[in-house]
Nanobody, 123 residues
Framework: VQLQASGGGLAQAGGSLRLSCAAS????????AGWFRQGPGKDREFVAY????????DYADSVKGRFTISRDNAKNTVHLLMNSLKPEDTAVYYC?????????????????WGQGTEVTVSS
């Protein structure tokens, strides 16, 4: 599975961005998919994940109520809609697929990773 993230850019605080992750391979639709981010000088951290069926999602407390993860299995894509952006959301955002670990909030639980897309939020 190859993942291609896009949609990053510059936004003002309070604004919105929509990230997309396009996947190759039919098996993607059977995988849990997630978004993680890594800010300057920080470790990679969990943002959100969505189960293969799309009915179950989980969010980091820091983004809950502001970000929405969704997927379109027919198009092999996962999206992250980010509203009410804050400067602390500034990071490189990575999409990931196939959670093989017990805790899908951990980066090392995922098998496949995209290249990352940069998000910068100005105050």
């Amino acid at each position: 599975v190859q993942l291609q993230a896009s949609g990053g850019g510059l936004a003002q605080a309070g604004g919105s961005l929509r990230l997309s992750c396009a996947a190759s391979g039919h098996s993607f639709r059977s995988y849990t998919a997630g978004w993680f981010r890594q800010g300057p000088g920080k470790d990679r951290e969990f943002v959100a994940y969505i189960r293969y069926g799309g009915g179950s999602t989980d969010y980091a407390d820091s983004v809950k109520g502001r970000f929405t993860i969704s997927r379109d299995n027919a198009k092999n894509t996962v999206h992250l809609l980010m509203n009410s952006l804050k400067p602390e959301d500034t990071a490189v955002y990575y999409c990931a697929a196939q959670c093989v670990g017990l805790d899908c909030r951990r980066p090392n639980s995922f098998s496949y990773w995209g290249q990352g897309t940069e998000v910068t939020v100005s105050s």
